[in-house]
């Protein structure tokens, strides 16, 4: 069992966000949480990089709210731990936010593409390969 779950959300994918939690549950140990991460990727491959501000934008404030809220709608407020939101390469955060946070478990998609499911995706596979904890990877 775990204690301290967390399972990297991205928005436009959020349909698979209620299967993960679904295991997330039957992983948890009593009086566990579980924790969702946002990594908004925008800002970082690009000349935008240099000039984005530091608070977030009405746009990512406006995805944030909706992470929030498939959050709160998700998983019972009993195992409810935090709502991360970083900018940033998506494999970096999430295994930063695991080391920083004590989380003993990542839960993520093998790839999100229905066709390619069978295949780790980039993300996926370097998580993996850097994270400090046990990953369960989900089909």
Known sequence: MYSNILIPMDPDHADLFERQVEVAVRLLAPEGKISTLYVNQNYIHHALAATSPDRPTEIERAVIDRVMVRFEETIPKEMRGRVFSQRGVVHDQIVRIANR????????????????????????????????CAVFVQR
């Not at 004590?102 to 993996?128: E, H, Q, W």
């Open 101 to 132: 946070t004590g989380v003993d478990l990542i839960i993520m998609m093998a790839c999100k593409r229905p066709l390619a499911r069978y295949f780790l995706g980039s993300n996926t596979r370097k998580v993996m390969t850097e994270a400090k």
